[in-house]
Structure formats: C-alpha cells, structure tokens
C-alpha cells in the first residue's frame, strides 16, 4: 500500500506562486505515474497534470498555458507542482493520486488511487 501526503498549500494573493509536495512511502511505485488533480467546492476532481516515472514525461491539462509545472525527485519519492501566476479560480484542494497501472497515463481521477488527503490553496484577488 502506498501512502501519499500532500503539503505546501497556503493562502496566496492572486499573481503569486507555490510549490506543492506529495511524498510517498509504502511500497514501491514501479512504472506508475503520478498526477496532480484539484477539487473546488461544488466540482468534481479535476486533472491538472501528471509524470511518468520512468522517463518522465509529463502531461498537462492545459499545455499551452502553462503556469503549472509537475516534477518530481525519485531519491526522495516526492512529486511537486510549482503554481505561478494563482488565479482566485485555482482555489481548490490539490490532490496526488498514483496511476492504477504500471504504464501510461490517464486524465481521469478514477484511474488513480492511493489519493493522499489533499492540500488547499486559496487564491485572494
């Protein structure tokens, strides 16, 4: 079983930045990806961007404009996601979630388990 903690969220003005951290531990990942999703009050979970942890690729909602930034450091099994120009829309908690199987990718929450219990940021205009 893998266990994931999110951190980093806070309350920031709107054109500020943050960096997020999911640290896992438990039992190895293998091929497993790693995303990033945000629920606001009232939504549902909602993709922000994902990385493969073989050959780290990653994956974007919205790869055109991107103030989202998904990275993350094998040696300390710890996966981030630096925000920059916040938005009061971004206001959400921020989960981590590792992808079901050992390869690929996917954009839907119901492919991830093992969510950690979230992170809220909130964005002030």
């Known amino acids: 079983q893998v266990q994931l903690v999110e951190s980093g969220g806070g309350l920031v003005q709107a054109g500020g930045s943050l960096s997020l951290s999911c640290a896992a531990s438990?039992?190895?990942?293998?091929?497993?990806?790693m995303a990033w999703f945000r629920q606001a009050p009232g939504k549902e979970r909602e993709f922000v961007a994902a990385i493969s942890w073989l050959d780290r690729m990653t994956y974007y909602a919205d790869p055109v404009n991107r103030r989202f930034t998904i990275s993350r450091d094998n040696a300390k099994n710890t996966v981030y996601l630096q925000i920059n120009s916040l938005k009061p829309e971004d206001t959400a908690v921020y989960y981590c979630?590792?992808?079901?199987?050992?390869?690929?990718?996917?954009?839907?929450?119901?492919?991830?388990?093992?969510w950690g219990q979230g992170t809220q940021v909130t964005v002030s205009s």
């Open positions: 438990g039992r190895t990942f293998g091929r497993n990806a």
């Open positions: 979630g590792l992808f079901k199987y050992n390869s690929g990718y996917s954009s839907v929450a119901d492919d991830y388990d093992s």
